[in-house]
């Protein structure tokens, strides 16, 4: 089993920076594609980035060459390096975990284990 708690979410301006942690625990972790997704209000659960045990990675087009997912698998840590946000990032961002290492990463309902979420605010 995998627990993962997100964090560093918060309020930054339009062409601001943010980087959120996904800390992960349980012997899985190396094993497991970890991803990213937000949820904007009153939108669905839509993917921004994933990265699997080879560390390769996948990008929503909306966010390649803004974002980069990386990991540290020494802390059992996934990142997500935001840059030049914008007011359409603003979302409940949480992290993900799945067996699945192919382009099923790109769907949410692939995923198993789910962070509790943190929000990222970009004020115009």
């Known amino acids: 089993q995998v627990q993962l708690v997100d964090s560093g979410g918060g309020l930054v301006q339009t062409g601001g920076s943010l980087r959120l942690s996904c800390a992960a625990s349980?012997?899985?972790?190396?094993?497991?594609?970890m991803g990213w997704f937000r949820q904007a209000p009153g939108e669905g659960r839509d993917f921004v980035a994933a990265?699997?045990?080879?560390?390769?990675?996948y990008y929503a087009d909306d966010v390649k060459g803004r974002f980069t997912i990386s990991k540290d698998g020494a802390q059992n840590t996934v990142y997500l390096q935001m840059n030049s946000l914008k007011p359409e990032d603003t979302a409940v961002y949480y992290c993900?975990?799945?067996?699945?290492?192919?382009?099923?990463?790109?769907?949410?309902?692939?995923?198993?284990?789910w962070g509790q979420g943190t929000q990222v605010t970009v004020s115009s």
């Open positions: 349980g012997r899985a972790f190396g094993a497991s594609t």
């Open positions: 990265i699997n045990s080879a560390s390769t990675t």
């Open positions: 993900a975990a799945t067996v699945y290492s192919d382009m099923r990463a790109y769907y949410a309902y692939n995923y198993v284990y």
